[in-house]
């Protein structure tokens, strides 16, 4: 059976248009922003007990879907010596995250990130709603024993990776 030319014109013109509107309408995450739009990359905390590099957000955790909600080897801080205490540089596929704690009575009383992924708009949206979380509850269960944040497994990763670094030195 044959269609008319006139039949598959319309077609590919369709096909073409629907195409086209498919490629415009895809939203890449790599889009590039001035300085003044950045977060900044660290704070100070001043009567809080913790403190954060970026906004706060309500959101809540979750773990990795593994039935456990930290890294291996994760550790209390039970023992700590009194000061600040900067974590190795975690590595992570969009950028490294570096944290410090500040420990006052041998308890873990502030955390700032230090360093964290922040080159793009889809960073930093996903670090301003991680971080605050991240902070959270490293002050509330006092180890590096946290959840994971969902949508944000690569900074939560490094972020336990380099807390627990701290912790470790803030033992010796």
């Known amino acids: 059976m044959k ?18 509107v498919l490629l415009f309408g895809y939203r890449t995450s790599h889009v590039v922003t001035s300085p003044a739009q950045a977060l900044p990359a660290s704070s100070s905390s001043s009567s809080s007990s913790s403190s954060s590099s970026v906004p706060s957000d309500t959101s809540t955790t979750a773990s990795d ?6 890294e291996a080897g994760a550790s209390s801080s039970s023992a700590l010596q009194d000061g600040t205490y900067t ?15 500040s420990v ?12 964290y992924p922040d080159s793009n708009h889809r960073d930093q949206q996903i670090n301003s709603r991680a971080i605050p979380l991240l902070v959270s509850e490293t002050t509330a269960s006092q180890s590096s024993s946290i959840d994971l944040v969902s949508g944000a497994t690569y900074t939560s990763r490094g972020y336990v990776q380099s807390l627990q670094s701290a912790i470790d030195q803030a033992r010796a």
């Not at 006052?104 to 990130?113: L, N, Q």
Request: proline share 4%.
């Open 3 to 20: 269609t008319s030319p006139l039949l598959r014109i319309g077609y590919a013109a369709l096909a073409t248009i629907s195409g086209l």
């Open 65 to 70: 879907g593994t039935g456990s909600s930290s």
């Open 87 to 101: 974590g190795d540089a975690a590595s992570t596929r969009y950028g490294p995250v570096q944290v410090q704690i």
């Open 104 to 115: 006052t009575g041998g308890s873990i009383a502030s955390v700032d990130v230090i360093d």
